[in-house]
């Protein structure tokens, strides 16, 4: 057994949380190495548990009690990293328990409660400001597709989803990218130099929607790349292929806020999945 040189989420079938590099322990087990946080780490001796656990600090004043997350983890639902005791484990579709962000906590609280009369009020479901103990960011792919334009026929680079770069073992399959997020996705295409890429994402009008919206454009002949085709076909790709069917344009630091506004939306429904 050895510390692990690189982060990872804890190998045990039932654990979801992520082991900080140099945390816990990683130990060769059928021909493949495998991180495991110190309390799921197999024969584990007195010199492996006197290791830290999680560098991640617990939440001042903050005590672990029944249901909260007892080591570090990733949220089941956004993957913002969460210090020990500053989430809760909820219970999901195959048995297992699963860390989940205050954020998300709340957001579920709402869903479940919500009614036509909508007695939460117009105030945002997700704030700015960040919960104690949770990430104020994560790592995201841009990911695009590069397919031969209908109308032209060159081949054009579109913007089709977003992933974390480190996604929760409960994640699926990559977001798309709606009108709210391609208008931020664009501005990060101007910092990371994909001028031309960011000049295509602009307003056209729709004849299947009868209305203008922010839109993938073809990179010769200005046609519209409409949303519907485009999600039909990369929902195929991701189904056969996984997220490396498609292209990693860049991975960047999102704030968490925007993230989870992308997962669950301004009133709790969120982008759709690539699936």
């Known amino acids: 057994m050895a510390s692990n040189k690189y982060g990872a989420v804890c190998a045990a079938d039932h654990c979801s949380v992520y082991v900080q590099p140099g945390a816990g322990v990683r130990t060769r087990l059928n021909d493949r190495w495998q991180v495991y946080c110190p309390a799921d780490a197999p024969q ?10 999680l ?3 617990r939440p001042a004043g903050q005590v672990v009690q029944d249901g909260t997350n007892r080591f570090a983890g990733l949220c089941v639902e956004c993957s913002v990293p969460v210090a020990a005791g500053a989430g809760v484990l909820v219970p999901c579709e195959d048995g297992k328990r699963r860390v989940q962000c205050p954020t998300c906590q709340d957001v579920t609280f709402r869903c479940e409660r919500w009614n036509e009369k909508d007695q939460f009020g117009t105030d945002p479901w997700i704030t700015d400001v960040i919960p104690a103990g949770c990430a104020s960011t994560l790592p995201v792919r841009v990911l695009a597709l590069t397919r031969p334009c209908w109308k032209c026929g060159e081949a054009t680079t579109c913007i089709v989803g977003l992933h974390p770069e480190r996604p929760s073992p409960a994640e699926g399959s990559p977001r798309t990218v709606d009108e709210s997020s391609r208008a931020w996705v664009k501005e990060l295409l101007h910092e990371q130099g994909f001028t031309r890429l960011a000049a295509s994402i602009k307003p056209r009008w729709s004849s299947t929607l009868s209305q203008l919206y922010l ?5 010769y002949c200005d046609a519209l790349q409409g949303d519907f085709p485009l999600e039909e076909e990369v929902s195929d790709l ?11 344009l860049f991975v960047t630091e999102i704030a968490s806020p925007r993230w989870q506004r992308v997962v669950h939306g301004t009133r709790g429904r969120g982008s759709a999945l690539l699936i």
Do not use: H, W, Y
Request: hydrophobic residues 30%; negative net charge.
């Open 215 to 219: 839109s993938n454009g073809c990179l």
């Open 44 to 53: 584990l001796d007195s010199a492996d548990a006197s290791k830290p656990e």
């Open 55 to 57: 560098d991640a600090p």
């Open 238 to 248: 991701v189904r056969d292929g996984g997220v490396e069917a498609l292209d990693t």
